[in-house]
């Protein structure tokens, strides 16, 4: 500290110089640092300052007032596009206030850096200096409000959109959106038909997401385990075949899936089943739909896992069975002991991240089966998972208000299963190491 | 002797479950390969082995003129080669500054790509088609484009992080001592051993577009702008019986590059995936 002080003294300190001042002159942005003495960084900030407020302001206040309001006439007024300004200024506004705080941030810092005596950069070194620390800032700020425009503002959309009455004979631009507060959460919950869908699609959600991975993982890991015995020939082969599944795009497989399980003329049925005599109804019975649907996941999910988990095996060091046999391990404890703990210690992350994957896995459900077939007393289908609900929901019924607060339903479990995972990602226990 | 008995019969056994398991795995494939060969357009007259084998649904997906599918196929590598592109660089750049670089919201901003990845991009569909309205970007590649690349940002910046902060600092350290700038850093050190990573960036990026018949779906309106993956689903979601010899023939089409480029490069993919993962 005395050190310091010293050096002060020495290049000739500014005393009389009070930090608190400039960031108070900041208020209207360029003051502070032009007390600095930062005259070009100054006149910059007081211009560009001064023009944002001067064309943003009003702008920026008509959205907010339209985003409270959503309009006052049907003829004039359409409600979606006052909702869509209205998120855009609040998302602008909250960035132009962080800006305003950096500058604020920045004056105080420079008077602070000038009392204690450093001299002021150059021009030049001052744009040296910006590239050097500055470089991430360049890198991550525009992509991160490209970022907010194509992936946050949906998703402020998609909640707002919860809380409003817009449904297919309440739409825009024939009529004006209201704020209804809770309404639709509380129609969900206690209309018959919506608490009744709701529940049913909930349950097998879960049902889908734990059992169709779970047993895509179970096979895969059987499957690598089994073909990595060193007694078994033809490897490279088998498992470039085991391969193919993960290989075809699964857009069009579903789809030929979809053709192979048909009640009527599906391949299943007619080259298989019919020789027991029995036709099965794949896919208009629930019960039946939901089975062919969990196979086909397995199908199309396991050769990722196999992949993955063959990797593994193959770097676990021979010395750990070698010493087992010694100690006459059972083939069981073998596994239980030693295979286990090092494929799951190795890909748990990604084993967390397929299920993850299958809870959000809208293409197989919609393109085999559009979530049918229908159940009776309910909007939605029997296969139908949360999110390819809400998809016909708002593209075939444009139900947009229970679309949305479903989202958010599914939104929540979504945030709750990703704030587990984060604690148990070991990125980021090693984020504090530097 | 006993024992001998035993392993043979155990090495048959997983012979056996082998083979059952190639019968599962290629009875689809096969079969979707003799409907696109199989004479005839009803799925009703269909049979596994055809009695007459033809490419005449081949043939019709190029020279018919009410087929668009070399248009398709040709719309659906533009936004490919973009997205691909355009990936790489944006999210190679960001990786290394959350990789390299302390800032102020450095953290924050992880915890938000982390959780923004965890949400579908269709949830908010209804939005991004507004929004694209309001910016005169519905029905053009542009718009498919920013939607393709903002969208999966999130997923692969985490990804090529994760791998980036597998590589020893000391390097860029050292460099840096010789009078390298960020950008020879990252060009000349980080990229190039980077490259598992930015091989399976690069190709789940392109390949994205070969896959999704959704966002396509809901962006794009006239005919002559669908991509593969959504003119082939409208092909079929009309007449499903009817056109599914051709449909057929055309995801063949599809399927055979993507898979060959697929078995090639696996084992480099797999190795990316799975460090960047691991130890990320």
Redesign the interface.
Known sequence: MDIKNAIGEQRHSYSGHNPAWAALLSVVPGLGQLYNRRWIKGVLLLVFGLSLIYTLSVPLFNGIVGLIGLGDDPELDDS??LL?QGILSVILTVILLGLYALNLNDAYRDAKKRQAGVRTPSVRQAFHDSWEHG???F??IP??I??A??????????IS?AFTNYNLYNSPPAHLLDWVGFANFKALFTEAVWSKSLLSVLAWTVVWTLVATTLQITLAFF?AV??N?S??RFKKL?R??????????????V??????F?D??G?INR?IFSHFGVMIPWLSDPLWARIAIIGIQV?LGFPYVF??IT??LQSISKDWYEAADVDGGSRWKKFRYITMPHVLY??A??LI?QY?QNF?N??LIYLFNKGGPPVSGQNSGATDIL?SW??SL??NENN?KM?AAI?II??IV??A??FYQ?RR???FR??DM? | MKASMR?AL??SG??V??LI??A???Y??V??FSMSLNPGTS??ALK?IPDNWSLEHYRWLFTNPRSDYALWYKNTLIVAFANGIASVC?VT??A???SR???V???N???TF???Q???????????Y??LN?VNLLDTFTGLI??YV??G??MNVFLVK?YL?TIPRDLDESAKMDGAG?MTIFFRILIPLAKPIVAVVALFTF?AP?????TPR?IIRSPEKFTL?LG??NF?NDK??NN?TI??AG?IL??LP??TV??LL?RYL??G??DG??K?
């Open positions: 979606r596009t869509v470089f991430p800032y890198v991550v992509n991160f490209m970022m425009l194509i992936v946050i503002f949906p998703l402020l959309f998609m959109l499957l089994m073909i015995d007694r078994v088998i470039t075949v085991f391969i193919l599944p993960w290989a075809v795009p699964s857009f069009m497989t789809l030929v899936f979809a053709a192979m048909n009527n003329f391949a080259d199908w992949t993955l990797g593994v190795a890909t992350p990604l991240m993850s959000n809208f293409n999110i809400v998809y708002t593209f947009y679309a989202s599914m939104g979504v945030a299963f990703a984060f990602t070991r990125s090693e984020e530097y | 392993s155990e090495v997983i012979y479950i082998v398991m190639f599962v795995i290629l689809p494939l079969w979707a799925l009703f596994l944006l750049i960001l290394y500054a959350f670089f302390r800032f919201g450095r953290k901003s992880i915890y982390l959780l923004l965890m949400f579908p991009v269709l949830m908010g569909m209804v939005a991004i507004l929004l309001t920013l939607i903002f969208g940002l999130p994760g902060d960020y390949m070969f896959f999704d018949f959704l809901i993956a082939l689903y079929i499903f019986a599914f449909f057929a995801t599809i399927a993507i898979a697929f078995l696996q797999i190795s995936l799975a993962a691991t990320g």
